[in-house]
């Protein structure tokens, strides 16, 4: 993926693509993907050096899944779970943080750690002197050839 989203190399409209993504995020195949190892290993060595929360920007309709995952694959390690809509066409955002640095400012959570695959978030959040702010590889940002394991990333 060298666009994202990647609505237009695949052919399809924003709004088409958008529907697309939400049913699947909602389905029994995107509640049975596994963790990677990484991540998963990373808990068992690591996890209980910190204390986890979880900052989402999902739409409304897909929160109750992706907390849903959560709790199957990580049992009790996030004591909190946040959110900062995505926008969808006919849902009214008034009254919810407009990004994840708002949502910080707005519920006074200083981590110390912040870990996203959103450029535009890092970059957002980077100036807080107290903060790590790292960037997560992914397909679709300038760490995507970085090895995602989280203690390189976290020390480094």
């Not at 006919?90 to 450029?119: C, H, M, Q, T, W």
Request: charged fraction near 20%.
């Amino acid at each position: 993926i060298v666009e994202n989203p990647p609505y237009n190399l695949m052919g399809i409209s924003r709004s088409k693509y958008l529907d697309s993504l939400d049913e699947f995020r909602n389905s029994e195949a995107a509640q049975a993907i596994t963790p990677k190892c990484t991540i998963s290993n990373w808990f068992l060595r690591r996890g209980d050096a910190y204390r986890h929360q979880v900052l989402t920007a999902r739409p409304l309709s897909t929160l109750a899944a992706a907390q849903q995952w959560l709790e199957s694959f990580f049992p009790g390690r996030f004591e909190h779970f946040g959110f900062a809509p995505a926008p969808r066409p006919g849902i009214d955002l008034r009254g919810y943080p407009a990004s994840k640095k708002a949502y910080l400012v707005e519920y006074g959570i200083n981590p110390n750690i912040f870990i996203d695959d959103n450029a535009e978030t890092i970059s957002d959040l980077g100036h807080i002197a107290s903060l790590k702010a790292i960037l997560w590889p992914a397909p679709w940002n300038t760490a995507r050839n970085i090895n995602p394991d989280p203690e390189t990333l976290i020390s480094g």
